[in-house]
């Protein structure tokens, strides 16, 4: 299994500034993606971080809201910008090898007031 | 209609009791099937990784797929108090722009009262 270590693992943020989230895996790994946690809801997909290229994004999320960078196969990066009380979420990095089961970081709790 | 429904109950029960949690998918490319424990203000534990149907045992968890029916069950036998906890199930496809995926279920809230 990989380890993930997320930082930072809570921040409280004013609304209008942005956070960059941090995700790195101890070991090379094939996937790496973002997904986010409303309170009390199931976990929804942001996007895919892909190494060295732009990252793939799901409906609904766009790239000026959530830029990513995966500048290696063991490190990512997710911004929240602009932020508003409804970005309040847990961020959650994931990674995943071809063929195998995927494992999550301990997340982020972001409140934005 | 949800790619993947599940009861989000919450469900209740004694020490001891055999647990059953139910997933139901609509999308017949999935291939992958895991579930998730998620203790509050924590990141979701993975219990169970299985590739396409059958079954298959970890101590006292054991899940079993069913893709004909589309349904997807984890049992856990001789609950625990330590079992209290949100159960994720998850799934995603074996290949195209879906690779690697994850679709979730709602999560299933279980409590096991001593």
């Known amino acids: 299994s990989a380890v993930i270590s997320q930082k930072p693992s809570r921040d409280i943020c004013q609304r209008g500034t942005s956070l960059t989230i941090q995700c790195q895996v101890d070991?090379?790994?094939?996937?790496m993606f973002w997904y986010r946690q409303q309170p009390g809801q199931s976990l929804t997909l942001i996007a895919t971080?892909?190494?060295?290229?732009?990252?793939?994004?799901e409906s609904g999320f766009v790239i000026d809201k959530f830029p990513i960078s995966r500048p290696n196969l063991t490190f990512s990066t997710l911004t929240v910008s602009n932020m508003s009380p409804e970005d309040s979420s847990i961020y959650l990095c994931?990674?995943?090898?071809?063929?195998?089961?995927?494992?999550f970081g301990q997340g982020t709790r972001l409140t934005v007031v | 209609q949800k790619e993947v429904e599940q009861d989000p109950g919450p469900l209740s029960v004694p020490e001891g009791a055999i647990v059953s949690l139910n997933c139901t998918y609509s999308?017949?490319?999935?291939?992958?099937f895991m579930w998730y424990r998620q203790y509050s203000r924590k990141g979701p534990e993975l219990l169970m990784y299985?590739?396409?149907?059958g079954n298959k045992e970890d101590g006292r968890f054991t899940a079993q797929v069913d893709k004909s029916s589309k349904y997807i069950s984890l049992f856990i036998r001789d609950s625990q108090p330590s079992d209290s906890a949100t159960y994720l199930c998850?799934?995603?496809?074996?290949?195209?722009?879906?690779?690697?995926?994850?679709?979730f279920g709602q999560g299933t809230i279980l409590t096991v009262h001593p």
């Open positions: 971080a892909n190494q060295g290229s732009e990252a793939t994004y």
């Open positions: 070991s090379q790994v094939t996937m």
């Open positions: 998850a799934m995603s496809a074996n290949g195209g722009t879906s690779y690697g995926k994850l679709t």
């Open positions: 299985t590739y396409s149907s």
């Open positions: 999308n017949s490319a999935f291939q992958y």
């Open positions: 994931s990674v995943r090898a071809m063929g195998s089961e995927a494992f």
